[in-house]
């Protein structure tokens, strides 16, 4: 796994992702790439302001000056561990950045929070790590974020076992 991609919403779900990737990333020596999608609806959201480029803009530069904080401590605390530390900001739908993300730059595994993740829920996967883990071509993990590193121990590997078509 010489490829993560991990993306960031800067939830708390997503950070604690981001802490299992660069867990299995120190292990691998791998590079890690953070990504953050500005997606419509976060466009949206800023819609009702009176100076929408503006607005969007700084909220461009806020995400991308986060990102490469967070990119920085993260070479700066792992050391020689990790290959490198990278970001990308992007802007459209988020499975559809993913997918795009993930051919081009030729990713061998995605490090995602989970969320919804409840005793009655254990059986089933939250609507955006489901959609994830069908559209992308590579790995997917998906960390629920009430989870902690702890190094990896067990994996399970879902399949549907249907041949590609």
Do not use: W
Request: hydrophobic residues 35%.
């Amino acid at each position: 796994m010489k490829k993560i991609l991990c993306p960031v919403d800067f939830s708390s779900a997503s950070l604690n992702a981001l802490e299992f990737a660069v867990g299995i990333g120190e292990h691998e020596k791998s590079c890690i790439t953070l990504v953050n999608i500005f997606t419509p609806s976060d466009f949206n959201k800023i819609l009702e302001k009176q100076h929408v480029k503006e607005e969007y803009e700084i909220l461009l530069n806020i995400a991308e000056s986060k990102l490469k904080a967070m990119a920085e401590e993260i070479e700066l605390l792992s050391g020689s561990k990790l290959a490198e530390c990278n970001y990308l900001l992007k802007s459209g739908e988020t499975t559809e950045q993913l997918a795009e993300i993930v051919k081009e730059g030729g990713y061998d595994l995605i490090v995602t929070g989970m969320t919804g993740h409840s005793a009655e829920k254990r059986k089933y996967l939250a609507g955006k790590a489901q959609t994830i883990i069908r559209e992308m071509g590579c790995p997917v993990l998906c960390v629920p974020e009430d989870y902690s590193y702890t190094g990896i121990k067990k994996l399970v590997c879902a399949t549907d076992y249907q041949e590609e078509g």
